[in-house]
């Protein structure tokens, strides 16, 4: 009798903190809802969904363990009823039950739905058995074919969403972004374009604008690199002319 007394204390303490965990998750989202709702995105509300149905499983994975006792079982009866204000009771529900009374017992310990909700059940059953075989057969074909059709086409956009994904990933990369930075600073701001002037001497930057000028320089060779970027850039001429020495005899001697 201690041995399935100590097992149901552990399965109540196990539930109770798998259902605060359940708690403090929904707690979260409907806090995220009421404060961020203008700027909450889609991925934030499917993650927060996917947190609470992980709780959910959780605490469904604890009441079918194997250590936990069957529950429906056992049964919960109030040893006593009285309209004072318990405040043991009031920490525990969080200030929800500030008395165990007569008029809250019925509601917390009941064991079928609330009166509205039966009445509504019952109105849902009776128009479906209203409903013939056929007719009912009929339309739960028509919502799988449309069911079915909603996944093929969510399948699809999967397929090609990750086709595109894989193609941009194994594309092969053109361009490289620290050349392209390179070349805008060379444009904007003429980095590393005064490299060449750096490593060349003095001496060889004058000689360098006298040759590019035509104008024949002071040192050596420089008459003959002038001469000859001046015969270089003369035009031939189209005029022959017939050059003889000046001791030959006159045609109109005497």
């Known amino acids: 009798m201690q041995r399935e007394e100590k097992m149901l204390e552990m399965a ?18 409907i806090l995220k809802l009421e ?24 605490l469904l994975k604890t009441i079918k363990n194997d250590k936990t006792p069957p529950l429906r079982n056992l049964i919960i009866l109030p040893l006593s ?38 009445i509504k059940e019952q109105q849902l059953l009776m128009r479906a058995n209203a409903i013939s075989h056929d007719t009912a057969q009929k339309q739960v074909n028509t919502a799988n074919k449309i069911a079915n059709h909603i996944i093929d086409v969510v399948n699809k956009m999967r397929a090609e969403w990750e086709s595109e994904s894989n193609a941009r990933l194994s594309a092969v990369q053109t361009t490289n972004i620290n050349d392209t930075h390179a070349l805008i ?18 001496g060889q930057i004058g000689a360098g604008n006298s040759a590019m000028s035509g104008v024949p320089s002071t040192g050596p060779g420089g008459p003959m690199m002038g001469a000859g970027m001046g015969g270089v850039g003369k035009a031939p001429s ?17």
């Open 81 to 118: 009823l009285t309209p004072d204000r318990d405040e043991e009771l009031l920490k525990l529900t969080e200030g929800r039950v500030p008395a165990l009374s007569h008029d809250v017992v019925p509601d917390y310990l009941r064991t079928k739905p609330d009166p509205e909700v039966e």
């Open 12 to 29: 109540v303490d196990a539930l109770i903190a798998r259902v605060n965990d359940l708690r403090s998750a929904i707690a979260a989202f």
């Open 35 to 58: 404060t961020e709702h203008e700027s909450l995105s889609w991925p934030t509300v499917l993650d927060n969904y996917a947190l609470i149905s992980g709780q959910l499983n959780s």
């Open 185 to 202: 600073s060379a444009i904007t701001y003429g980095k590393n374009l005064n490299m060449l002037q750096s490593k060349m001497g003095p």
């Open 238 to 254: 189209s005029i022959k002319t017939n050059i003889k020495a000046g001791n030959a005899m006159h045609p109109y001697s005497r």
